[in-house]
């Protein structure tokens, strides 16, 4: 049995998806499978321009019409026959998209709550879509809903899995499936035991099709995305980067730890635990072989270059005459850790300490109203967390021209620093 997973990109428009009809034909032979698939496009990017003007009661129709828009004109170029009933489909998904809006009072539910019930529909909407469109191709598959599979607690927009229930539902609602035909399913969404839906964190697809294949037994996962596998940098940013043909699983995971976008950082951990390999290829060249990762560990690998973009650098100082001891820096910690905040780098010195954190105005507003008596809270947002992993000196050189570096630390084979243009 193997997983496809097909994200944004890669079902963006009518000839995205016809090239996706052409690699799921050329595989599917005798293999059982399971396809995970995203919103279209950025959709979600869409859903959450949507859901904040609606939270912030401002005009949200135009972003609404606009996301039903761009779908109908997929729908329009893509099917060929019986385009009502696909059409009143579509309709009575954003008919219970706006009820779900109307639904969501400010007052008697968290921002966060109500985000995962809204965002949830780009792949709820993608997958009706794309189910019907293979059906009419004669791609025979099964429509499964991720929410009655994927358990996470209710923690919202970066939940964690139930995994015994998760591998209940598996065994008992999809291999029962998978036997006869493809399953088709979203990436990114769950659900809670109390029938809510939940998400698992932006771009969060990649974890889904690790969680089927960890629950299945897959013997792979193939990611098909719009570059050739995994580059040791972003090739926006660094000229010449150059493709990784073959990573271990944890070098890649180590990669998306310290923010490499190709895959999402939990989908690596479930797959070495199984020892399940991992392909990213190229939807758009898919004869070709792309990145695999694996168990085999490589002695010498090329140095990763990798920017986390999007990134404030938080500096408090101790009010007073006071240092900062450990009991203070823990109490920080923790209180980052409270609002769900991760720390990508911290730096202590005597008096106060300095952590790079991802942007997230909401979470952060409640960490200063907790600390700001104590400590002289300052932020540099817009700054960039640079890693150089396997670095060396001539990697280092070329990654920092033209950025001013802020903070900087080497510790064994890693090399990173806080910088700003
Ligand atoms: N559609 C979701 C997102 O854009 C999940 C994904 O693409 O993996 O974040
Ligand atoms: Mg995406």
């Known amino acids: 049995m193997k997983v496809f997973k097909f994200g944004g990109a890669s079902v963006k428009d009518a000839p995205a998806l016809e090239n996706m009809l052409q690699i799921l034909q050329k595989h599917a032979d005798s293999n059982q499978m399971v396809i995970v698939i995203s919103a279209m496009g950025k959709t979600t990017n869409a859903l959450e321009k949507l859901f904040n003007q609606y939270w912030e009661q401002e005009d949200y129709l135009t972003t609404l019409e606009n996301i039903q828009e761009y779908h109908v004109d997929i729908v329009t170029k893509l099917f060929i026959d019986d385009k009502d009933s696909i059409f009143s489909l579509l309709d009575n998904l954003f008919i219970e998209l706006k009820q779900q809006l109307n639904r969501i009072s ?35 598959c099964t429509w499964v809903d991720a929410r009655n599979i994927v358990y996470t607690d209710a923690q919202w927009r970066d939940t964690k899995i139930d995994w015994d229930i998760t591998q209940q539902q598996m065994t008992k609602e999809v291999e029962p499936i998978i036997a006869k035909k493809p399953v ?9 035991t109390g029938k809510k839906t939940t998400t698992l964190g932006r771009e969060g697809s990649d974890f889904t099709a690790a969680i089927f294949a960890y629950c299945l037994q897959a013997e792979s996962v193939t990611i098909w995305k719009d570059v050739e596998g995994i580059l040791n940098g972003d090739p926006k940013i660094v000229p010449n980067a150059q493709k990784y043909a073959y990573l271990s699983y944890w070098e890649a995971a180590e990669m998306t730890q310290y923010g490499a976008k190709v895959i999402h950082p939990k989908t690596i951990i479930p797959l070495m635990q199984k020892q399940i390999p991992l392909y990213v290829r ?6 070709r072989t792309g990145t695999c990762i694996g168990k085999t560990q490589v002695e010498k690998m090329i140095p990763a270059i990798i920017f986390k973009e999007n990134q404030t650098l938080v500096k408090l100082e101790v009010k007073g005459a006071h240092f900062m001891t450990n009991p203070r820096f823990i109490e920080i910690l923790q209180g980052l850790e409270n609002q769900h905040i991760e720390a990508h780098f911290v730096h202590k010195s005597a008096v106060g300490c300095e952590i790079c954190i991802s942007g997230r105005p909401h979470r952060t507003q409640k960490f200063v109203d907790t600390f700001q008596t104590q400590y002289d809270i300052s932020f540099t947002p817009g700054v960039q967390l640079l890693t150089i992993k396997n670095y060396d000196q001539a990697s280092i050189q070329s990654s920092i021209q033209g950025w001013e570096v802020l903070l900087e630390e080497r510790n064994g084979h890693i090399y990173q620093a806080v910088v700003k243009q």
Request: proline share 4%.
């Open 282 to 287: 190229s939807f758009v060249h898919p004869l």
């Open 106 to 140: 400010p007052q008697t539910v968290s921002y966060d709550e109500a985000y995962d019930q809204i965002i949830s529909f780009g792949e709820i909407i993608s997958t009706q879509l794309i189910s019907n469109y293979l059906q009419q191709s004669e791609f025979d």
């Open 184 to 192: 088709i399913t979203q990436g990114f969404i769950g659900g809670t």
